[in-house]
């Protein structure tokens, strides 16, 4: 690796993370995840948020990740996911298109973070919208990119693909129904060779390529994969942190021997994103 940060895998012992802090977090009507928290009336309180989220850091600073934070901007209410605008890959940073007119401005104060950092930017997506979400480094060498054709589009997930294609890398482009938002409300990589899978939705040949990546996949039903339950992520040394909401998930890992860290992130959870939504990877060893 030419840099001192780079992610070639979502199990590796992290190091640093990109966070945000959620002092200008609300919730709006953007995915089938929040318009259901809506309807349901639950109100929303930041103080809480910003209570989960000192929860959230603590666990992550407790297994020696140091957390790095991009400036808050007030006009970016959902911009304490930092999975989405960035992907870290091995060669640099891949700066990605949001979808969403409200979440179009994050590009700045995360191209600021990471010139700021001497990071260099790896590639920039041009052909159309690409979330990082949808992006899994599912093992060295080994890519899936999820698309719904909202989120993220084919021609963008295509473009990403070509050039990892380019460094020697498989890629998977896999299609899915656009009410899940991102590919990581149904997968994510929880350790070496685990993950965390809704089988109720995730397409049959998608699950096929998986288990022909010789990843085990523990089920994550309908029901728990709408409240996050899949998106989970791997802190590497045997732990992932998950949330407290998520009890069955969380019981399925700890029975394959994984540590698991669980603070209770219900306002973000229920404003569409997770652990691994409020987190991208900087480094891993
Ligand atoms: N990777 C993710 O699934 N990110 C969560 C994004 C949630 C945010 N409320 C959004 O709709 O964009």
Redesign the pocket.
Known sequence: MSTPYGVADEYGVLTDVLLCEPDHFR?FP??S??EETLRRGTAFDLQVAKRQHREFIEALEGAGVTCHFVEPDPNLP?QV?T??PDVTTPWGVMVTQMC?PQ?VGEVAPIVRFYQEAGIPIWNWITAGSL????VHLVRPGKLMIGYTGE?TKATAARQAASWFEQEGWEVRCQPFAEHF??M??LFAMAAEGVAVACLDVLPEECVAWLKAQKIELVNVPYKAAMELGC?VLGLGNGKVLSTAASSEVNAGLRALGLEVLDPDLTMFTM????P??MSMPLRRV
């Open positions: 919730w953007a995915n995840v929040v959902y996911y999975r989405d969403r979440r979330e990082g979400g949808d989120r938002l991102h990581d409300l998106n404003g569409g994103g997770g691994r939504c």
